[in-house]
């Protein structure tokens, strides 16, 4: 009987830590995160000009 202790690999409970890959075709995370930035940056401008009504 061996009472050395097995190796064990990372990564081999199979859990995975790691990002998924997007979809085909959905936007990647660089892109989101732009827009989202974007987004702020309107809405901001948005409540700081008053509406005019027509």
């Known amino acids: ?3 050395t202790i097995p ?3 990372p990564g081999a409970s199979g859990s ?3 990002v998924p890959d ?3 075709g959905a936007p990647s995370r ?3 995160i732009r827009a ?3 987004w702020e940056k309107f ?3 948005a409540n700081t000009k008053p509406e005019t009504e027509t």
């Open 1 to 3: 009987m061996d009472n």
């Open 7 to 9: 190796r064990r690999l």
């Open 16 to 18: 995975k830590h790691a």
């Open 22 to 24: 997007s979809q085909p």
């Open 30 to 32: 660089a892109l989101r």
């Open 36 to 38: 989202a930035g974007g």
């Open 43 to 45: 809405m901001r401008r």
